[in-house]
């Protein structure tokens, strides 16, 4: 049933992330990918309240240039944003901006548990034509290893943590140092594909 609405749908994810990418085509839909490109702008305080905040100015930012540029097709826009932050100590920790910069980070979080929140914001036209936006975010709680000086500078000469949040990617080759997670794993990763399989499915039935 979800399958054969989606086929009336135009899918455009809000990311430019491979990792993202590659999430969202395990639920086996055809979709294209339109970044957001404006700047993000936090007026929320919460970690909660700003994923879902960036989430739904790059879902909107899509959403309205995909309307506005002609480029959809007959179909209706079904358009998803997403953004992930690490937080720990109530302190969000972006993409590092330098080697010294992730350095600190991996310092920080050394021997710790710290919490991954990924928001999500989908907007839809539904078939009655209102615009439907729906939002969502899941939190994951990571446990790491203490980190030598030794192993913190090899991954950080990897390349490996200058596009990810907390300067880590739980799914690469710094998965040896995480002692554990609870939750869902692919939120760290990026995108918390069973829940947002589940959320599309009800508000595409509620709407269609």
Same mark, same amino acid.
């Given at each position: 049933?979800?399958?054969?609405?989606?086929? #009336?749908? %135009?899918?455009?994810?809000?990311?430019?992330?491979?990792?993202?990418?590659?999430?969202?085509?395990? +639920?086996?839909?055809?979709?294209?990918?339109?970044?957001?490109?404006?700047?993000? *702008?936090?007026?929320?305080?919460?970690?909660?309240?700003?994923?879902?905040?960036?989430?739904?100015?790059?879902?909107?930012?899509? $959403?309205?240039?995909? *309307?506005?540029?002609?480029? /959809?097709?007959?179909?209706?826009?079904?358009?998803?944003?997403?953004? !992930?932050?690490?937080?720990? %100590?109530?302190?969000?920790?972006?993409?590092?901006?330098?080697?010294?910069?992730? /350095? =600190?980070?991996?310092? +920080?979080?050394?021997?710790?548990?710290? %919490?991954? $929140?990924?928001?999500? /914001?989908?907007?839809?036209?539904?078939?009655?034509?209102?615009?439907?936006?729906?939002?969502?975010?899941?939190?994951?709680?990571?446990?790491?290893?203490?980190?030598?000086?030794?192993?913190?500078?090899?991954?950080?000469?990897?390349?490996?943590?200058?596009?990810?949040?907390?300067?880590?990617?739980?799914?690469?080759?710094?998965?040896?140092?995480?002692?554990?997670? #609870?939750?869902?794993? #692919?939120?760290?990763?990026?995108?918390?594909?069973?829940?947002?399989?589940?959320?599309? =499915? !009800?508000?595409?039935?509620? #709407?269609?």
């Amino acid at each position: 049933m979800l399958q054969k609405i989606l086929e #009336n749908y %135009q899918i455009v994810l809000a990311s430019q992330s491979p990792r993202r990418k590659e999430l969202l085509g395990r +639920l086996h839909l055809p979709f294209e990918i339109l970044p957001a490109t404006g700047e993000e *702008q936090i007026h929320a305080v919460s970690p909660e309240k700003v994923v879902l905040e960036l989430a739904r100015q790059k879902a909107d930012e899509v $959403y309205l240039r995909k *309307q506005d540029d002609g480029s /959809c097709d007959q179909r209706r826009l079904l358009v998803i944003g997403a953004d !992930t932050i690490v937080v720990y %100590q109530n302190q969000i920790l972006g993409k590092p901006q330098s080697r010294e910069h992730a /350095c =600190k980070m991996l310092h +920080l979080l050394s021997g710790t548990t710290h %919490q991954v $929140y990924t928001g999500i /914001c989908i907007i839809l036209d539904s078939s009655k034509g209102e615009v439907i936006r729906h939002s969502f975010y899941e939190k994951t709680e990571v446990s790491f290893a203490a980190l030598s000086e030794e192993e913190i500078l090899h991954y950080i000469e990897s390349g490996d943590p200058f596009d990810k949040a907390g300067s880590y990617g739980i799914q690469g080759d710094f998965a040896v140092y995480v002692r554990g997670i #609870n939750g869902d794993y #692919n939120n760290v990763v990026g995108l918390p594909v069973a829940r947002l399989y589940q959320e599309l =499915k !009800t508000i595409l039935l509620e #709407n269609n």
